[in-house]
């Protein structure tokens, strides 16, 4: 069993900066890939950014890509996911997730998700 807990979301202006960080217990943490998605208001839940268990790969969305990064300890059984460049369109409610998988963009291939964290960014 993996519990997941969010934090650092916020109100941030457009061009701003975040880092949402999620908190993991359990001792298999090491094992799990981890990933972050987002579901804005209206919306279906959409894939963000996923990091390997050992940390050594990684694979984002689009969208992001150049301006969030994913990272993790496993020491400190954490993931965080830096966010820079901020626009209105990243505002949306952020989980993480840890899944028995190398790597996936898919939330079906996650086990066990955060309660998540709002980031609103205004223009």
């Known amino acids: 069993q993996v519990q997941l807990v969010e934090s650092g979301g916020g109100l941030v202006q457009a061009g701003g900066s975040l880092r949402l960080s999620c908190a993991a217990s359990?001792?298999?943490?090491?094992?799990?890939?981890m990933g972050w998605f987002r579901q804005a208001p209206g919306k279906e839940r959409e894939f963000v950014a996923a990091?390997?268990?050992?940390?050594?790969?990684?694979y984002y969305a689009d969208s992001v890509k150049g301006r969030f990064t994913i990272s993790r300890d496993n020491a400190k059984n954490t993931v965080w996911l830096q966010m820079n460049s901020l626009k209105a369109e990243d505002t949306a409610v952020y989980y993480c997730?840890?899944?028995?998988?190398?790597?996936?963009?898919?939330?079906?291939?996650?086990?066990?998700w955060g309660q998540g964290t709002q980031v609103t960014v205004s223009s």
């Open positions: 990091i390997h268990w050992s940390g050594d790969s990684t």
């Open positions: 997730a840890a899944g028995w998988v190398a790597l996936s963009t898919s939330g079906h291939n996650y086990n066990y």
């Open positions: 359990g001792r298999t943490f090491s094992k799990y890939a």
